[in-house]
């Protein structure tokens, strides 16, 4: 859709440059104790989940007080000052992580749209949450530093400031605990500016939950089971207010989601069961999803394959494959101009096209002195939306029947495959074997 301009007359899905999804390398993000678990998880008992994951959390938890007391004493603390530090955080309690760069859109600091309804979902005293924050503002980025200042400022509160820290010096050493430690993984970046957002699917690698925006990798992979979507107010051009609707989503999820699932543990203490079953489902189904192997694997299929075979056959005999398809190639943009159709018709059993049932389509195109052989006519159709535009585009070529008075005729009978407002138009593209794309060259003629 990006690119649809540099392609006039054809579909969003025709345009020919793809995407390709990032992936992580899963050794160096994934914790030892959860590579080992996760290669027996059909046979590991709820119980044992649990542990392995509480187990990660404490790590984090000692960490983060160790890098607590550390900045506190850089920015001037006393010892005497830093009793605190020693209990801050709770192996425990439901942890939150958000560790990135630091731009403006990915909006570190949504989470501090109310402060006060933040520091209640900190402070809950029978469902409490910690927040992990690590990041770094480039340094000519005024307004990033101006966010990490803000968030900084709320850590320091004394009332939270044992359930939300600020971290800096974000590096790898960092988030080779982080990743694991947390239950939750938050990412809530101004739609649809998110690239990508590979921090998540490191996250994911380690049995944590995504708690994201629908954008990047997560719009894509998100399935309802493997964490949760933040609602977003697309289309609410005031960006104030659309921050204050989706942080109003964040806490709503936060207080009545995440929360009650964490600590949904059975009378007896036992681990949430409810909470291990997305863990479970999230390194089953996720987890093969957002590894770079995945990745290499679209390159390779996509791209590289298809360009390597193209290549060989312009190489061929002297490079004669490439110069056959120069000489056309000229030959076609000189007389494509002389390209039209000039007319279309359709007709069937009944006067309104019906389900499945056949409708002929004939069409009278002029080529100019192009032949048939350097065409492909199609009949493009599809369903009709409100701006009587065709939206989700098929094609079938049309098969030439024979020549009258001045132009060629095509025909195809097509069947009805939808209910709904139908629509279609017949269209002329440039045809050759050596062509990698039938958009390729940009040239289309439409009826």
Same mark, same amino acid.
């Given at each position: 859709?990006?690119?649809?301009?540099?392609?006039?007359?054809?579909? &969003?899905?025709?345009?020919?440059? $793809?995407?390709?999804?990032?992936?992580?390398?899963?050794?160096?993000?994934?914790?030892?104790?959860?590579?080992?678990?996760? +290669?027996?998880?059909?046979?590991?008992?709820?119980?044992?989940?649990?542990?392995?994951?509480?187990?990660?959390?404490?790590?984090?938890?000692?960490?983060?007080?160790?890098?607590?007391?550390?900045?506190?004493?850089?920015?001037? *603390?006393?010892?005497?000052?830093?009793?605190?530090?020693?209990?801050?955080?709770?192996?425990?309690?439901?942890?939150?992580?958000?560790?990135?760069?630091?731009?403006?859109?990915?909006?570190?600091?949504?989470?501090? /749209?109310?402060?006060?309804?933040?520091?209640?979902?900190?402070?809950?005293?029978?469902?409490?949450?910690?927040?992990?924050?690590?990041?770094?503002?480039?340094?000519?980025?005024?307004?990033?530093?101006?966010?990490?200042? /803000?968030?900084? *400022?709320? +850590?320091?509160?004394?009332?939270?400031?044992?359930?939300?820290?600020?971290?800096?010096?974000?590096? #790898?050493? #960092?988030?080779?605990?982080?990743?694991? !430690?947390?239950?939750?993984?938050?990412?809530?970046?101004?739609?649809?500016?998110? +690239?990508?957002? $590979?921090?998540?699917?490191?996250?994911?690698?380690?049995?944590?939950? =995504?708690?994201?925006?629908?954008?990047?990798?997560?719009?894509?992979?998100?399935?309802?089971? =493997?964490?949760?979507?933040?609602?977003?107010?697309?289309?609410?051009?005031?960006?104030?207010?659309?921050?204050?609707?989706?942080?109003?989503?964040?806490?709503?999820?936060?207080?009545?989601?995440?929360?009650?699932?964490?600590?949904?543990?059975?009378?007896?203490?036992?681990?949430?069961?409810?909470?291990?079953?997305?863990?479970?489902? $999230?390194?089953?189904?996720?987890?093969?999803?957002?590894? &770079?192997?995945? #990745?290499?694997?679209?390159?390779?299929? /996509?791209?590289? +394959?298809?360009?390597?075979?193209?290549?060989?056959?312009?190489?061929?005999?002297?490079?004669? !494959?490439?110069?056959?398809?120069?000489?056309?190639?000229?030959?076609?943009?000189?007389?494509?101009?002389?390209?039209?159709?000039?007319?279309?018709?359709?007709?069937?059993?009944?006067?309104?096209?019906?389900?499945?049932?056949?409708?002929?389509?004939?069409?009278?195109?002029?080529?100019?002195?192009?032949?048939?052989?350097?065409?492909?006519? /199609?009949?493009?159709?599809?369903?009709?939306?409100? =701006?009587?535009?065709?939206?989700?585009?098929?094609?079938?070529? #049309?098969?030439? $029947?024979?020549?009258?008075?001045?132009?060629?005729?095509?025909?195809?009978?097509?069947?009805?495959?939808?209910?709904?407002?139908? !629509?279609?138009?017949?269209?002329?593209?440039?045809?050759?074997?050596?062509?990698? =794309?039938?958009?390729?060259?940009?040239?289309?003629?439409? *009826?």
């Amino acid at each position: 859709t990006m690119f649809g301009g540099l392609w006039p007359g054809f579909d &969003a899905t025709e345009v020919p440059i $793809t995407s390709v999804t990032n992936g992580v390398h899963a050794p160096t993000w994934v914790a030892r104790e959860m590579q080992d678990l996760a +290669a027996v998880l059909d046979k590991t008992s709820d119980a044992a989940l649990w542990a392995t994951r509480r187990a990660l959390r404490a790590r984090l938890v000692t960490d983060v007080r160790a890098r607590l007391r550390e900045s506190w004493l850089i920015r001037g *603390a006393g010892e005497a000052e830093l009793g605190w530090t020693e209990t801050a955080f709770d192996p425990d309690v439901l942890t939150v992580g958000f560790a990135r760069r630091v731009p403006s859109y990915k909006r570190l600091t949504l989470m501090l /749209q109310d402060p006060e309804r933040l520091a209640a979902l900190l402070l809950d005293p029978e469902r409490p949450i910690q927040m992990i924050i690590a990041g770094k503002a480039h340094p000519a980025d005024e307004g990033g530093k101006e966010l990490v200042q /803000q968030i900084v *400022a709320f +850590a320091d509160r004394e009332d939270v400031r044992h359930r939300i820290a600020f971290l800096p010096g974000y590096d #790898m050493r #960092m988030a080779k605990v982080l990743y694991p !430690g947390c239950d939750v993984w938050l990412n809530n970046p101004l739609r649809p500016l998110e +690239a990508c957002g $590979t921090s998540g699917m490191k996250a994911a690698l380690n049995g944590v939950l =995504n708690l994201s925006i629908r954008d990047g990798w997560w719009d894509e992979m998100f399935d309802g089971q =493997n964490g949760w979507a933040i609602a977003t107010a697309d289309g609410v051009e005031d960006p104030v207010r659309r921050d204050e609707l989706e942080a109003g989503a964040l806490y709503d999820l936060l207080e009545n989601a995440v929360a009650p699932r964490f600590y949904g543990a059975t009378p007896g203490g036992s681990a949430p069961t409810h909470w291990l079953a997305m863990v479970r489902h $999230t390194l089953a189904t996720l987890g093969p999803q957002v590894l &770079a192997d995945r #990745m290499l694997a679209e390159y390779v299929t /996509q791209l590289y +394959a298809p360009a390597a075979r193209s290549s060989r056959a312009l190489r061929a005999d002297g490079y004669g !494959g490439a110069k056959e398809l120069s000489a056309w190639t000229a030959r076609v943009r000189t007389h494509w101009p002389e390209v039209a159709v000039l007319h279309v018709e359709s007709g069937g059993d009944a006067d309104v096209p019906v389900l499945g049932q056949p409708l002929p389509i004939r069409a009278v195109v002029a080529l100019g002195p192009l032949s048939v052989e350097d065409v492909e006519v /199609q009949v493009a159709y599809g369903t009709v939306d409100e =701006n009587d535009d065709v939206r989700d585009i098929e094609t079938l070529p #049309m098969l030439h $029947t024979g020549f009258v008075d001045g132009g060629h005729r095509f025909e195809v009978t097509l069947r009805l495959s939808r209910s709904g407002p139908f !629509g279609y138009t017949v269209r002329v593209l440039p045809r050759h074997p050596l062509l990698p =794309n039938a958009a390729d060259l940009g040239l289309v003629v439409s *009826a």
